[in-house]
């Protein structure tokens, strides 16, 4: 049985994605009252929830981790643990939990419709076959790709965040494309045709994002003139510094959230 923890977009996109043997608890009651509208069992708490559960997945907001697990810390000693709250690393799981098997997930957005990518990595008790269970599930929302816990912020800054910042570019092309006479309906079809077309055709055509450009950008042509903006305002620059950003930012939160979770 897999126990989640949290019915929010990102347990219930986990819970659809299994569709058998999911029990799920949440706080929230009218969130659990969705839940009983695509099948999935209830448990009327986070205890029942762990004593049932032979996984449980932590989908929950990193300020709530700490009371989850408290209250759960008696009924895991041979549970696996997957944890997706953000920021939140598995020495601090292991640290309230004791010698658990914990696997740490990053999902991004895309998952809640099977289209996501998530990276993840394994506490110091993790086995083997942990990281298989553990692909197994999310790779049902999509991707899945093993990394070092340490670079997990900067996983958050590019692919947890980065769903935002294609949703950015897509509507600034659209602002453009009005701006150029062109209708909204009409533009932002456009703008998110295009998108959608070519990270299709990057993905499935096996060349370099260098490569691609080429093919796009002739010498002399319209698309080379768009660039040229590009590079004279520095775009590289402006991208790596907001992923920058993020990367800090991510690191930020951890320690914030972790001072106001002492191990008790």
Same mark, same amino acid.
């Given at each position: 049985?897999?126990?989640?923890?949290? /019915?929010?977009?990102?347990?219930?996109?986990?819970? =659809?994605?299994?569709?058998?043997?999911?029990?799920?608890?949440?706080?929230?009651?009218?969130?659990?009252?969705?839940? &009983?509208?695509?099948?999935?069992?209830?448990?009327?708490?986070?205890?029942?929830?762990?004593?049932?559960?032979?996984?449980?997945?932590?989908?929950?907001?990193?300020?709530?981790?700490? $009371?989850?697990?408290?209250?759960?810390?008696?009924?895991?000693? $041979?549970?696996?643990?997957?944890?997706?709250?953000?920021?939140?690393?598995?020495?601090?799981?292991?640290? @309230?939990?004791?010698?658990?098997?914990?696997?740490?997930?990053?999902?991004?957005?895309?998952?809640?419709?099977?289209?996501?990518? =998530?990276?993840?990595?394994?506490?110091?008790?993790?086995?083997?076959?942990? @990281?298989?269970? !553990?692909?197994?599930? @999310?790779?049902?929302? +999509?991707?899945?790709?093993?990394?070092?816990?340490?670079?997990?912020?900067?996983?958050? !800054?590019?692919?947890?965040?980065?769903?935002?910042?294609?949703?950015? @570019?897509?509507?600034?092309?659209?602002?453009? /494309?009005?701006?150029?006479?062109?209708?909204?309906?009409?533009?932002?079809?456009? !703008?998110?045709?295009?998108?959608?077309?070519?990270?299709?055709?990057?993905? =499935?055509?096996?060349?370099?994002?260098?490569?691609?450009?080429?093919?796009?950008?002739?010498?002399?042509?319209?698309?080379?003139?768009?660039?040229?903006?590009? +590079? &004279?305002?520095?775009?590289?620059?402006?991208?790596?510094?907001?992923?920058?950003? /993020?990367?800090?930012? =991510?690191?930020?939160?951890? $320690?914030?959230?972790?001072?106001?979770?002492?191990?008790?």
């Amino acid at each position: 049985m897999i126990g989640i923890i949290g /019915a929010g977009n990102m347990g219930m996109a986990i819970a =659809s994605g299994m569709r058998h043997r999911v029990l799920v608890s949440d706080i929230d009651s009218s969130k659990l009252r969705l839940v &009983k509208n695509i099948l999935i069992s209830i448990a009327s708490n986070n205890i029942e929830l762990s004593r049932r559960s032979d996984i449980i997945i932590l989908a929950v907001k990193p300020q709530d981790i700490k $009371t989850v697990l408290k209250e759960i810390r008696p009924y895991v000693k $041979t549970k696996l643990i997957i944890s997706i709250a953000a920021g939140v690393k598995t020495g601090f799981i292991e640290g @309230f939990l004791g010698k658990v098997r914990v696997v740490r997930v990053m999902p991004n957005m895309p998952a809640v419709v099977g289209k996501g990518i =998530s990276a993840i990595t394994g506490g110091r008790f993790t086995a083997k076959n942990d @990281f298989k269970i !553990a692909t197994g599930i @999310f790779s049902k929302l +999509g991707e899945v790709v093993e990394v070092r816990e340490g670079m997990m912020d900067a996983v958050t !800054a590019v692919s947890g965040s980065g769903p935002a910042y294609y949703f950015l @570019f897509t509507y600034l092309l659209q602002k453009a /494309a009005e701006a150029n006479g062109l209708k909204k309906d009409l533009a932002e079809k456009l !703008a998110i045709a295009t998108f959608a077309g070519a990270a299709a055709i990057a993905k =499935s055509k096996g060349l370099s994002m260098e490569e691609l450009i080429k093919k796009v950008a002739s010498k002399g042509g319209t698309t080379e003139a768009a660039l040229t903006i590009f +590079g &004279k305002r520095k775009l590289e620059a402006i991208i790596k510094e907001a992923v920058k950003q /993020a990367m800090h930012r =991510s690191k930020q939160l951890y $320690t914030l959230t972790m001072s106001e979770c002492k191990v008790v």
